[in-house]
Nanobody, 123 residues
Framework: QVQLVESGGGSVQAGGSLRLSCAASGYTYSSYCMGWFRQAPGKEREGVAAIDSYGSTRYVDSVKGRFTISQDNAKNTLYLQMNSLKPEDTAMYYC?????????????????WGQGTQVTVSS
């Protein structure tokens, strides 16, 4: 059974940094993509950053140049380094995995989800 467990969220001031981690278990990497999504109160869940089995990455425009997605296959862990955080980055952040995906950032492509970790950025 696939389990995704996020950690690393917290409260920071604008301009600060956080690194999110997602520990994955029970997941095979033969054909996959993994990503970070976020959902703010009253808003739809959106794709933030994703990476596929070839190492290709994709970011939503609002985080380009500030966030970096990476993975450590030996540790089965996915990361999201978030720099220059803004109040509009405040949301619950979710790690997700998919057996196959096309756009990388489409919510509907992902089969497995973590419980989320809260990120709050104050001005």
């Amino acid at each position: 059974q696939v389990q995704l467990v996020e950690s690393g969220g917290g409260s920071v001031q604008a301009g600060g940094s956080l690194r999110l981690s997602c520990a994955a278990s029970g997941y095979t990497y033969s054909s996959y993509c993994m990503g970070w999504f976020r959902q703010a109160p009253g808003k739809e869940r959106e794709g933030v950053a994703a990476i596929d089995s070839y190492g290709s990455t994709r970011y939503v425009d609002s985080v380009k140049g500030r966030f970096t997605i990476s993975q450590d296959n030996a540790k089965n862990t996915l990361y999201l380094q978030m720099n220059s955080l803004k109040p509009e980055d405040t949301a619950m952040y979710y790690c997700a995995a998919a057996d196959f995906c096309d756009s990388l950032l489409r919510v509907s492509e992902y089969n497995y989800w973590g419980q989320g970790t809260q990120v709050t950025v104050s001005s």
